[in-house]
Nanobody, 119 residues
Framework: QVQVVESGGALVQAGGSLRLSCAVS????????MGWYRQAPGKQRELVAL??????????DSVKGRFTISSISRDNAKNTVYLQMNSLKPEDTAVYYC??????????WGQGTQVSVSS
């Protein structure tokens, strides 16, 4: 059974930084695409960043300029994906979810980790 577990969420002040982690276990086949999404109260879940198994990244327009090219990264040996978030703003407050695409087996979500940014 595939498990996706996020960690690293916290309450921080505006301008601060956080590093989120997401570990995947229980899969039989390789993990292909890994990504971070977020959902603020009353809003739809939205993409933050994606990274392919080969390391190609993609960022949402809302975080470009604050999240550098290395902000999302992964360790294929550990089946873990990271999101380094800098210059956080109150509008970044949301539950952050990890999503992974496992070859053959399908697509899986974690339970989410809360990020709160105070002004």
């Amino acid at each position: 059974q595939v498990q996706v577990v996020e960690s690293g969420g916290a309450l921080v002040q505006a301008g601060g930084s956080l590093r989120l982690s997401c570990a995947v276990s229980g899969m039989t086949f390789p993990v292909n695409l890994m990504g971070w999404y977020r959902q603020a109260p009353g809003k739809q879940r939205e993409l933050v960043a994606l990274v392919t198994r080969g390391g190609t990244t993609r960022y949402a327009d809302s975080v470009k300029g604050r999240f550098t090219i290395s902000s999302i990264s992964r360790d294929n040996a550990k089946n873990t994906v990271y999101l380094q978030m800098n210059s956080l703003k109150p509008e970044d407050t949301a539950v952050y979810y990890c999503n992974v695409a496992v070859n053959v087996q399908g697509n899986y979500w974690g339970q989410g980790t809360q990020v709160s940014v105070s002004s």
